[in-house]
């Protein structure tokens, strides 16, 4: 019996001193945490590669050899990605593999029926309805190129971005107030817009 009771009150003992570790632990790793983001620099710098739309082009009938020329188009030099997450869906036939293994990119594709699984593309293509496409009419293919270059090119240099710190893809500097008074320029016909700062 006092074999048991000495037995338990070490592994008593042994419990308490581990939980008194983990918090000291917990509480060191928040300190570096803390002095880290205090050293890292507030604002990325992205690469062409880092921003989410490299390319874009615009079809009625898409087809495995039309994607894979869009695949070259996308990155024309040396500068590719890793790896190309996309569905299953059947453009992305023979002719799209072997232009994916020749520029040497990993091919990654979702489960069937699984939008989740491509978050970033998804929410870009809701951004670009909500914000773009419910807005405007489109006539034709030409119309449809010509209202998503305005927008990507919106999206680019003036959408604030909250994983940014609320600033765009291409940075743009603070406009103080002595600069002169703000302007709002419109963008896609007024269905976009930025303010900016101009002098008199």
């Not at 079809?59 to 997450?85: I, M, S, V, Y």
């Not at 453009?91 to 091919?107: D, K, P, Q, W």
């Not at 909250?162 to 103080?176: F, G, I, Y």
Request: overall charge positive.
């Amino acid at each position: 019996m006092v074999a048991f009771l000495v037995a338990l009150l070490a592994a008593l003992r042994s419990t308490v001193r581990s939980r008194t570790t983990l918090i000291v632990e917990v509480f060191a790793l928040r300190h570096q945490l803390a002095v880290l983001r205090r050293q890292a620099p507030t604002r990325l710098h992205l690469r062409r590669l880092d921003r989410r739309v490299l390319h874009f082009n615009v079809t009625e009938h898409p087809t495995a050899a039309w994607t894979a020329q869009q695949l070259r188009e996308a990155w024309p030099g040396n500068d590719t990605a890793r790896f190309l997450l996309h569905d299953r869906d059947r453009i992305y036939g023979e002719t799209f593999r072997a232009t994916v293994n020749g520029l040497g990119i990993a091919e990654l594709a979702t489960a069937s029926r699984s939008p989740w699984q491509n978050p970033f593309v998804e929410r870009l293509i809701g951004t670009l309805r909500r914000e773009c496409l419910d807005h405007v009419v489109i006539w034709n293919e030409r119309g449809l190129r010509r209202h998503l270059r305005e927008y990507i090119a919106h999206y680019h240099r003036f959408r604030p971005h909250l994983s940014l710190d609320k600033d765009a893809p291409v940075h743009r500097p603070v406009q103080l107030p002595g600069t002169g008074p703000v302007v709002e320029i419109a963008h896609l016909g007024g269905v976009q817009h930025h303010d900016e700062r101009r002098a008199a």
